[in-house]
């Protein structure tokens, strides 16, 4: 910026959500050198070591990492860039996909082997020492299980079922999101539909309070003629109704013209549907189950693009 020039090589896409919109804002205007410390409070790296222990921590992090199943840090790291814009449903739905190829790995396979071997294994990464396995295998015998035993298998079920339980109710009784929930979007053009090249951009975020109620900020810029901003129900690709005002309508103050902030609480009194889409004027439980879901978006309305210039699906 100091030379002329913006932000290049992906910055203004890998900024925003790392650190959010504002701080990437005056990081890429300003230009200023922040140091590790910052850094570290920022969220843009994950832990700060001195000069002096660089090498050794560096050499155990590889160690570690390089005695986990590779296939599997792959997928992880695949599935967190790619579902943390898409909905709840999305993403599940990529999981299971990627949880059945994983199962068919060696690395998978090999630990099945050992669990049905009954051999237990301990790791020790001791400072400055490479990582040392041990296992100690259990005696092959067979006989009828004890009350201890038979208590212990039921213990060990009922925690590998009690996520699951966990999530199913999560899934089918999204109304039971608290107080202080927390929730986001980008919006850019190409979001839209369909899809537009424009230089605005903007930023989407809401917390959720008693009562139910919705607070939330509004953020956007590089934007002419702003007239209208909503929260609508619709899933990403396809356009939906409007839910709630969030400036330009209702008593939701005016969309600021050419970009800046604007904030404000959404309470039942502000949901006005989309009826034809299930949501009742007043139903804003029922709102609050679809942003849980994945399946609303923000977007921004302009003189030059009516139906919308930006939007970002709220997640």
Request: with cysteine.
């Amino acid at each position: 910026m100091k030379i002329g020039l913006i932000p290049d090589s992906g910055g203004t896409w890998l900024l925003p959500p790392a650190v959010g919109y504002a701080r990437a804002l005056e990081l890429s205007i300003t230009g200023d050198v922040i140091d590790a410390r910052t850094a570290l409070e920022m969220g843009l790296v994950n832990r700060v070591v001195p000069a002096g222990d660089l090498e050794r921590e560096v050499a155990e992090c590889a160690a570690r990492l390089a005695a986990l199943p590779t296939a599997a840090i792959g997928e992880t790291k695949a599935l967190l860039r790619e579902t943390s814009a898409l909905g709840l449903h999305e993403a599940l739905s990529r999981e299971a996909r990627a949880q059945g190829r994983m199962g068919l790995t060696d690395d998978h396979r090999r630990s099945n082997r050992r669990r049905a071997r009954g051999e237990c294994r301990i790791e020790r990464l001791s400072s400055g020492r490479p990582k040392e396995v041990v296992r100690a295998a259990q005696a092959s015998t067979v006989s009828n299980p004890s009350d201890e035993e038979v208590r212990m298998k039921g213990r060990m079920l009922l925690a590998i079922i009690a996520p699951v339980i966990l999530l199913t109710v999560l899934l089918v009784a999204p109304g039971a999101a608290k107080s202080g929930g927390t929730f986001k979007a980008t919006l850019i053009g190409y979001e839209e539909v369909p899809s537009l090249s424009t230089a605005a951009s903007g930023e989407f975020r809401a917390k959720l309070g008693a009562g139910p109620t919705i607070d939330y900020t509004l953020s956007y810029a590089n934007i002419l003629g702003a007239s209208a901003a909503h929260i609508h129900l619709g899933q990403r690709g396809v356009n939906g109704g409007v839910s709630a005002f969030l400036c330009g309508g209702g008593d939701k103050p005016p969309c600021p013209p050419t970009g800046g902030e604007v904030s404000g609480t959404i309470d039942a009194a502000d949901v006005i549907g989309p009826t034809g889409q299930g949501i009742a004027p007043g139903e804003i439980q029922e709102l609050i189950d679809a942003m849980v879901a994945g399946f609303t978006y923000a977007n921004v309305h302009t003189s030059a693009f009516p139906g919308g210039e930006i939007r970002g699906q709220i997640s």
